[in-house]
């Protein structure tokens, strides 16, 4: 069983074996998390990035979807790139948010990782409610991870992010 974790702090301070990247369409570097992580983590990640352009992903990633590349300078063997939609009254994107966590620990597993740290994916820039997200975010992650995943951490940057995810994990059992 995969255990969950609450933490709060800097996402690119911790030692795991991957780590989420909150990232945009281009995987080339941006804002938020996303920037935190490229900076801190060095040019092998960008490269890495723009190597997938060329090849893969010639018009981007797309929402929901993940990849992983190195994680550079990083205290971790990968960071894996998702992309979290832009919260929207209009229209329910609920279920391509859960994507990028199943999506995310699918190539987790994949690269054998044991321990994932997640931020709070959409919920900064991209608009998306923090208890919406962290309900969905704990949801999806007890329902997905599995072997070798025995660690799913959310690495949370301030207290009310770390409060909302705490009542959803306390609300979720």
């Not at 996402?11 to 990247?21: E, G, K, S």
């Not at 590349?69 to 919260?87: C, E, K, N, Q, S």
């Not at 975010?137 to 992010?161: C, H, S």
Request: aromatic share 6%.
């Amino acid at each position: 069983m995969t255990e969950i974790k609450l933490v709060r702090g800097d996402i690119t301070r911790q030692q795991a074996d991957a780590i989420v990247n909150a990232a945009n369409s281009s995987l080339l570097g941006g804002g938020g998390v996303d920037g935190a992580i490229h900076r801190r983590g060095g040019p092998e990640i960008l490269a890495e990035c723009r190597a997938l352009r060329a090849s893969r992903y010639g018009t981007g990633l797309r929402t929901g979807q993940a990849v992983a590349t190195t994680a550079g300078r990083l205290d971790a063997d990968h960071v894996i790139h998702t992309v979290g939609p832009v919260w929207s009254r209009q229209e329910d994107r609920s279920e391509l948010l859960a994507s990028c966590y199943r999506e995310s620990l699918r190539v987790a597993q994949e690269l054998g990782a044991r321990t994932v740290a997640f931020p709070a994916i959409s919920t900064g820039i991209y608009g998306w409610p923090m208890d919406d997200g962290a309900r969905i975010a704990i949801r999806t992650v007890r329902e997905t991870a599995a072997a070798p995943v025995g660690e799913v951490r959310f690495v949370l940057f301030d207290e009310q992010a770390y409060s909302e995810f705490e009542s959803a994990l306390a609300a979720q059992g």
